[in-house]
């Protein structure tokens, strides 16, 4: 899907063909898409392919007529019917008319743009809007890891009581996202060092605070990513020795209460035996049933209250 936009008396609006100074937003593209822009525009297929291979590294390529910057974006992807997160390459490719952006999701880092809800937005002005996209997708990885902190806390305390493996499932697939973001991340902060040196794109000193931003907010991101996967870890190490713990206090209660009823079965096996009933206590009384009963109840409450002052209850 191509969409096109170009900001004209201080609004954004959407076009129905390319024009100078207008941005052309590519979400998914089909190969044709690819070849018409490519053809248009003088830029390489591959490289306008590359951002929707979910495996492209973050770089920058400058040749003759156009700069391709590739960076990471956050993404939500379901997995057993829940959200997790994850990350996709995104290509911004800065050409002499036009700024293109090509993805394989729709992403609200973009869609922000497109409704008009980012100020000093022009699409003319290339450098401000690239700085500005990348500002956006360090602001969405601060906001997703803010709510990873916030499922990871509800997974703890739903941890306090459990012995089931779900939970800590839930914690991996989180540090998972965790991972995925750090990774990504310091990536971009490459991409953002080298965008500072490339000379052919130009730097106007009014983006200059938005640079200082940009790489403030990417710094950040990486440091709650790092501070956020260290806590999740050893939130994990530790959950996972409570789980078993609790396992063996559940143990050690089921095999009290197996040691306390296992001596009323023990005495009614030997009453239960077929052997000669002039060798067997109370035999031959007529409260004898009543006796052996009482005996092995008065037993088995006593190894009870005796395992009670161990603790083994």
Known sequence: ????????????????????????AMTDPTATELYEVAQKYDIEVDDLRAPLDEEERSRIEMEEDYTLILVDIPVIEERNDKDWYGTIPM?????????????????????????????????????????????????????YLRIIDKKSEIVESRLHKSQRNRELIELLELEKSLVYFTTSLRSNEVVLEKLMKVEKIKHYPEDEDLLEDVIIENKQAIEMANIYS???????????????????????????????????TMVYSAYGMNVNS???????SPYGFWIVIGISLVIALIVALFFSKKDMF
């Open 1 to 24: 899907m191509i969409r096109i936009y170009k900001t004209e008396d201080q609004s954004t609006r959407q076009l129905e063909k390319p024009e100078d100074g207008c941005w052309i």
């Open 91 to 143: 290509g911004i490719v800065v050409a002499d008319k036009v700024i293109i952006t090509v993805c394989l999701e729709d992403t609200p880092i973009l869609n922000a743009f497109m409704d008009g809800r980012v100020r000093n937005f022009y699409t003319y002005m290339k450098t401000r809007f690239i700085l500005q996209i990348l500002y956006k997708n360090a602001s969405m990885f601060l906001h």
């Open 230 to 264: 260290g806590i999740l870890s050893g939130t994990m190490d530790a959950f996972a020795s409570v789980i078993s713990n609790n396992l063996n206090i559940v143990m050690k209660f089921l095999a009290t209460i197996t040691i306390v009823l296992s001596i009323p």
């Open 278 to 284: 002039a060798g067997m206590p109370f035999a031959d």
